[in-house]
């Protein structure tokens, strides 16, 4: 076995705080009150037995893929509770107060179509372009170059399956969230390798 140092051969881990949750319907603000996600996983139902004499055989079942809860803090501007409230709208949801809203319901199309595409972007920290600082009163001298994803999953069919609007306390001074659950049918992995691609905010 090989031994070596990390960092002299470029070892860089993955850090779970540079990640980015991107809505396809928000705005890009909306993206940087996510302070906390889950990544996809799933599961193999079963396993199916199958016994033959005094033998007994396995087999797996189908790929369920678990539910994903966010965490996302809940600003003035953006309003994050207001965009899930009429997210929930746009489903189909409408209040039940007079008899013809009674007929109104949710399909998967408008779910679906509520929120949009969603991603969840793993980051590196960007570097430093080369020269360094020359004067400490020259913050231009050196230049953050762009931040770089290396590994996108997107949510295929994704719609909300809950919000929890946070809860409110005379002696608590911590800042308000909103909690949400999200549904999807399955995801897609993509894998930028050790180069990275360049991290583009959307509109």
């Given at each position: 076995m090989a031994f070596f140092s990390p960092a002299e051969q470029g070892f860089q881990p993955k850090r779970k705080f540079r990640f980015v949750v991107d809505f396809g319907n928000f705005q890009s603000e909306t993206t940087y009150m996510v302070t906390k996600t889950a990544k996809p996983s799933f599961e193999l139902s079963g396993p199916t037995e199958h016994r033959v004499l005094n033998h007994l055989f396995k087999f797996p079942g189908i790929v369920k893929w678990s539910d994903i809860d966010m965490t996302l803090i809940d600003a003035?501007?953006?309003?994050?509770?207001?965009?899930?409230?009429n997210a929930l709208r746009n489903m189909g949801y409408v209040s039940p107060s007079t008899l013809d809203n009674l007929?109104?319901?949710?399909t998967k199309v408008s779910a679906q179509a509520s929120l949009g595409q969603i991603k969840i972007i793993q980051l590196d920290a960007g570097s430093v372009a080369t020269?360094?600082?020359?004067?400490?009163d020259a913050p231009g001298a050196a230049v953050a170059s762009g931040v770089r994803m290396y590994e996108e999953w997107i949510l295929k069919?994704?719609?909300l399956k809950s919000v929890k609007?946070?809860?409110?306390d005379y002696g608590s001074e911590d800042i308000a969230t909103v909690d949400i659950g999200i549904v999807y049918d399955y995801a897609e992995f993509v894998d930028y390798g050790p180069e990275g691609s360049p991290y583009v905010i959307s509109a």
């Open positions: 003035i501007d953006p309003n994050v509770g207001s965009k899930f409230y007929h109104s319901g949710i020269g360094g600082f020359t004067d400490i069919n994704a719609y609007f946070g809860d409110l």
